[in-house]
């Protein structure tokens, strides 16, 4: 089986460096109260402000979701296929295949996907926070939603698994294979 799991969200806390860049940017934010997954429309600011942030996230020491990490090293170690795929900018490669490298993350390939919401990796599971993602690929591959506040208020089909418990996630993915 191959299983394809994204960074941000996933194996990465990415809202954590994100609410970081902001406060270098002079804006405060609780992560906990983050309900959009559009960050711009969560802030109620400039997309091109919002991407200045982003663009000034500390990808290299971003805190690892290690009960994710241990998960998919677990199933790595499984015996099954792990493709990183990300949808991080290429101009982040190095930093990303760095954060990875230092976090011991166990994988067979990483891809830095070139549409917004496809996954270029060809895989038999997706996991991600993203529901615009999930959705649209949903009809090519078994898919798990990583819960987080920005994504609870979505309704979603009896196809998308939504949880936020890697031992559920390991159970479903294992019992897949």
């Known amino acids: 089986m191959i299983i394809a799991v994204d ?17 270098v940017h002079g804006i405060n934010i609780n992560i906990n109260n983050v309900t959009n997954y559009n960050l711009y429309q969560y802030l109620g600011i400039e997309k091109k402000i919002v991407d200045k942030i982003c663009d000034s996230v500390d990808f290299l020491n971003m805190t690892a979701n290690y009960n994710a990490v ?83 208020t979505i309704n979603i089909s009896g196809k998308i698994i939504r949880t936020d418990d890697w031992g559920v996630i390991y159970n479903l993915l294992s019992n897949y294979k």
């Open 7 to 23: 960074i941000d969200g996933v194996l990465a806390n990415y809202l954590e460096s994100f609410k970081n860049s902001c406060r």
């Open 70 to 152: 241990r998960t998919i090293n677990r199933l790595y170690s499984d015996g099954c296929k792990i493709s990183i795929s990300t949808h991080r900018d290429r101009k982040y490669a190095n930093d990303t295949i760095d954060w990875i490298h230092k976090n011991t993350i166990a994988y067979d390939d990483i891809v830095f996907c070139s549409n917004k919401y496809k996954y270029d990796s060809v895989s038999d599971v997706l996991v991600d926070d993203n529901i615009d993602i999930i959705s649209n690929n949903i009809n090519v591959r078994k898919c798990i939603l990583v819960a987080h506040p920005y994504n609870n």
